[in-house]
């Protein structure tokens, strides 16, 4: 459906968020109605959300500054079990202090996105799973799922046809995650479930749920799984997964990663990942040559704006200019202390990179030096094992080092 009347859905499909909906007229009228309710799940795994999540999050903060409320569900009783989604094996099972330091730091990261005191929530599913008598949840719940239906789902079938074993404690989620919508329907008038596309047989499952059980009408909405233009998976790199705290990816790593953004995408992320106006948008994406790199910039600035303020944005992109265009040591790059006693002694360079996070492993390393991409203090090296120590430390107090052009990583000596 196009011609949406309620802004919500306006801004989410001129932005490139929307991929399927249960009903979209009937959430457009009651969206343009005003004061909406939806919320998306998620799970916490890990102390910090990565890239991967940010569509999401997008979501959810184009809700409330459209007249909706969002709700930002933390999975601490689901967490306790793990999404088996389209995964080979089960996830770690994680205790109740971890999962919820996890939760208190994801926190942080939402209260940048949606505003807690104009009305956002951000609620917690173990507030009613922990409290569930298992057969009473049984008779009422689990009659309305079938093990047929279930068994069709990409998910499940997925981790069989692998012959990859799939544990009754990880087939319960689904009822569970089909439970929470009903939950919130009750306590929150919640109508709206969003999520990726990957989970449209779970947004499914709790609409049928609330309709058998409360004979309530519910909506589900997702957004296409993204990949960049070469087909990789948003959210990686070679070195692992692009946090959103600070404590897990320093902040110019972040606006790093944006600005090495391939030039097919910038127009599409600048959508999604930034609150620029729709016609400036289309102007960055228009730039060619050499310009592209202009609206590069101008991405990881405001996408890194959002996550970690304007203020720190703006630091790590004249850090980047610094090293990039002046070719000097910027206090703002990323860096590791080395005790002086080793730095005496000498490392060699590919460990020494490896261990700065230049690349994910001594092997990387090696073929990065061997292949010409590695530098220390802005001068090329073509040996792996060429020993670096204390003598490279310049005047500035540091040694730099360089994968490439758009990678440096600062050696402090402890």
Known sequence: MTGFRSDFLRTLEARGF??????????????????????????????????????QIMMLRWLQQTGGRPIALMGGGTTKIGDPSFRDDARPLLDNATIDGNIASIRRVFSR?????????????????????????????????????????DSVKLRLDREQPLTFLEFNYMILQG???LELARRHDCVLQMGGSDQ??????????????????????TSPL??????????????????????????YDYWQYWRNTEDADVGRFLKLFTELPLEEIERLAALGGAEINDAKKILATEA???????????????????AFEQGVSAEGLPSIDVPAA??????????????????ASNGEARRLIQGGGGRVNDAAIADPEQVIGDRDIGADGVIKLSAGRKKHALVRPA
């Open 18 to 55: 929307i991929h399927q909906a249960t009903d979209a007229e009937g959430l457009d009228a009651l969206a343009a109605k005003g004061g909406l309710t939806a919320y998306i799940g998620y799970d916490a795994t890990a102390d910090s959300l990565h890239v991967g999540h940010l569509v």
């Open 113 to 153: 996105f949606l505003d807690f005191e104009a009305g956002a929530i951000m609620a917690n599913n173990a507030d009613w799973l922990d409290e569930l008598a298992y057969i009473p949840f049984l008779r009422e719940v689990g009659r309305h799922f079938t093990i047929n239906r279930m068994l069709s789902f």
């Open 179 to 181: 439970y929470d919508f």
């Open 200 to 221: 449209w047989g779970n947004i499914v499952n709790g609409i049928d749920l609330a309709r058998r059980i409360a004979q309530r009408e519910l909506y589900g909405l």
């Open 226 to 251: 993204l990949t960049t233009s070469s087909g990789a998976k948003m959210g990686k790199t070679a070195a692992g997964a692009v946090w959103l705290n600070e404590e897990r990816l320093p902040v």
């Open 304 to 322: 890194t704006a959002l996550v970690h303020g304007r203020e720190k944005a703006e630091a790590a992109a004249e850090t980047a200019r610094q």
């Open 342 to 359: 080793e730095l005496t002694a000498g490392i060699q360079a590919f460990r020494l990179f490896a261990r700065a996070g230049l690349a």
